[in-house]
């Protein structure tokens, strides 16, 4: 009779690895401008495909047995994925919604466990014959590991979650920034899985260390089972709302207008750095008045020039150019200028009339002006 290598719970693991898989294809073809997003994302999800991969070698009811004879090399080996996830994912989250972001050299030092780790593999199990590994897979129990290596277990899990955290945080505060203009939610996918998965990673961990050393009676095995499905469902979570959030089109920080599009090669990067200086800091758009032809003459250049410049570098028209601006604005009074009447606002922000002002807000928004004050008031308490 033929021996079966998978049985249920292990076709939840190679699930998963297929499902963490697609995620990292996936996020290859994004058209992201943050370099550090696409790469930590990759390292995110075959990272959490490693950990299926390492669990069912592992743990697998027949296949581990059959590493164990066959290529007992594997064992161990895929556990670097356990070490990798976390700096990847807070990587990623930092990346994905900062789009100044910038990889500085401390970041480094979240990846100093992973390798101290893998040289501490090396030298005890990878270094050694084939025969000698075999021999410790199939003689070692559970009760024979030193209890050093059930507190490193429950530092790793401990240093998982925490980074697990401050990703989430960095989540809600932005989901909070924009949470009236419904963002994607793909962010908050991630972030609810990850923080759900390292923690029962973490009680695992730690029921297995009181298991060993107090020999008490703990749920360690469903405890572990219910990590696995929850993989599988998280990650099946964050690849539906990737693609309902178009992030294969388009990175997710160009929500905001702050993003601008992929500089044409013909457009003279001064003409850009002169428009900037006035909408952003002279903020010429709060005059009502302001036309195309106005614009261009501060910015000594012709209208058609203009035009081509925020055509082919913002891709929009003129009007949709201030527009954008001054609802940015009008966002920002909003929120900080609580007793400032809405009315007032709009004129602050440069529109000259109610019916405008409510429509662009309304189109892009999809609330008026007033419910969106409401909306943020009531998330920041």
Not at 89 to 112: E, N, R, T
Not at 140 to 150: G, H, N, Y
Not at 183 to 199: D, E, G, M, N, T
């Amino acid at each position: 009779m033929a021996t079966v290598l998978f049985n249920g719970h292990d076709l939840v693991l190679l699930t998963t690895m297929f499902v963490a898989a697609f995620c990292a294809a996936c996020v290859v073809p994004g058209k992201c401008r943050q370099k550090a997003f696409t790469l930590s994302a990759v390292g995110f999800f075959l990272s959490s495909g490693a950990i299926a991969l390492d669990t069912l070698i592992n743990f697998g009811s027949a296949f581990h047995p059959f590493v164990v004879a066959q290529a007992p090399g594997l064992i161990y080996l895929f556990e670097f994925g356990a070490w990798l996830q976390a700096p990847f994912g807070f990587l990623m989250i930092a990346s994905l919604l900062d789009a100044q972001f910038k990889f500085k050299p401390v970041y480094w030092l979240l990846f100093c466990p992973f390798l101290l780790h893998s040289l501490h593999q090396l030298v005890l199990y990878h270094s050694l014959p084939v025969e000698t590994k075999i021999h410790l897979q199939q003689s070692t129990a559970l009760a024979d590991v030193s209890t050093s290596w059930f507190f490193v277990q429950l530092a790793r899990e401990i240093f998982r979650l925490t980074l697990a955290l401050m990703a989430a945080y960095l989540v809600l505060q932005w989901w909070q920034r924009t949470s009236a203009s419904r963002p994607a939610r793909w962010p908050l996918a991630i972030a609810c899985y990850w923080v759900s998965f390292s923690f029962i990673g973490m009680l695992v961990a730690a029921m297995l260390l009181a298991h060993t050393e107090w020999q008490l009676a703990l749920p360690v095995g469903a405890t572990g089972l219910s990590q696995n499905y929850l993989a599988l469902l998280g990650l099946s979570c964050a690849l539906f709302y990737y693609v309902r959030d178009a992030l294969l089109l388009r990175p997710l920080v160009a929500i905001e207008f702050s993003q601008q599009k992929d500089v044409n090669q013909n457009i003279n990067p001064a003409y850009v750095a002169k428009l900037e200086e006035l909408m952003e800091r002279q903020k010429q758009f709060t005059d009502p008045g302001l036309s195309l032809e106005s614009l261009a003459r501060q910015m000594q250049i012709s209208t058609r020039t203009l035009s081509s410049v925020i055509n082919g570098y913002y891709g929009c028209s003129f009007a949709e150019y201030i527009n954008r601006h001054r609802l940015k604005e009008a966002k920002r009074l909003l929120i900080e200028k609580r007793s400032t009447t809405v009315l007032d606002i709009m004129y602050a922000a440069g529109f000259n009339s109610k019916a405008t002002f409510n429509g662009v807000f309304k189109r892009t928004e999809g609330v008026t002006p007033s419910q969106y004050r409401k909306q943020s008031h009531a998330l920041s308490h």
